[in-house]
């Protein structure tokens, strides 16, 4: 089956600890999206990558940051200077056949601080 | 500033009755509009989206929505709800920047649909 893989599913960060989280498609999109959901504040994009080497901040980028080395992969990384990293964490892609088609999404991964 | 709003926390229907989760948009140009739902502690679902043509657009699981470009509305509706209809609802418009697939979300609508 085609999708994308988040993991861990719950993740635990201590303060002043990197952590970060996987994002794994095998659905051949050239497009990765992550964004952070807090309760009552919709989806915010935090970082972006329409081709491998190549991506772009969203609306939160300050405090994370991402690789796109496998077009497949795309790992985000919440640095110590996040101050608050509590929040369900999404990925996303998106078969880059012009911006009609939807995003497809994993299923989250939650980060809490120790 | 292009924005989606969906006026509603929390929608409250009984099981069999039609449901409406509302979602209203800004922008510039001809927008792309798409509806999620999400469960609990799941990622979100595409349930349907308009680009361009015919104002009611058939989805997955029953889910219709209506677009009206003179209302700048694109509200999600069911003729019969069901239990398991119950979840949280995202409206969503593509951003301005062409190709970049990047969506503006509304803040979601909670759907409870009572037995």
């Known amino acids: 089956d085609g999708g994308i893989t988040q993991s861990p599913k719950y993740l635990f960060r201590k303060e002043g600890q990197n952590v970060t989280l996987s994002c794994e498609q095998n659905?051949?999109?050239?497009?990765m999206y992550w964004y952070r959901q807090d309760p009552g504040q919709g989806l915010r994009l935090i970082y972006y990558s329409q081709i491998v080497n190549d991506f772009q901040k969203g609306d939160i980028a300050e405090g994370y940051s991402v690789s796109r080395e496998k077009k497949e992969s795309f790992p985000l990384t919440v640095t110590s200077a996040q101050k608050n990293p509590t929040a369900f964490y999404l990925c996303?892609?998106?078969?880059?056949?012009?911006?009609?088609?939807?995003?497809?999404f994993g299923d989250g991964t939650r980060l809490s601080i120790l | 500033a292009q924005s989606v709003a969906q006026p509603e926390d929390q929608v409250n229907v009984a099981e069999g009755n039609p449901l409406t989760v509302k979602c209203t948009y800004s922008?510039?140009?001809?927008?792309?509009l798409f509806w999620y739902v999400q469960y609990p502690n799941r990622g979100l679902q595409f349930l349907l989206k308009?680009?361009?043509?015919?104002?009611l657009v058939k989805g997955s699981y029953g889910f219709e929505a209506e677009f009206n470009k003179s209302q700048t509305s694109f509200h999600l509706k069911k003729p019969s709800a069901l239990v398991s209809d119950s979840a949280l609802y995202f409206c969503a418009v593509r951003a301005l920047s062409s190709n970049t697939g990047k969506l503006i979300f509304g803040q979601g609508t909670t759907l409870q649909v009572k037995p």
């Open positions: 996303a892609s998106r078969a880059d056949r012009g911006d009609r088609q939807p995003q497809h």
């Open positions: 659905l051949n999109h050239d497009a």
């Open positions: 922008v510039s140009g001809n927008p792309y």
């Open positions: 308009y680009i361009t043509g015919d104002n």
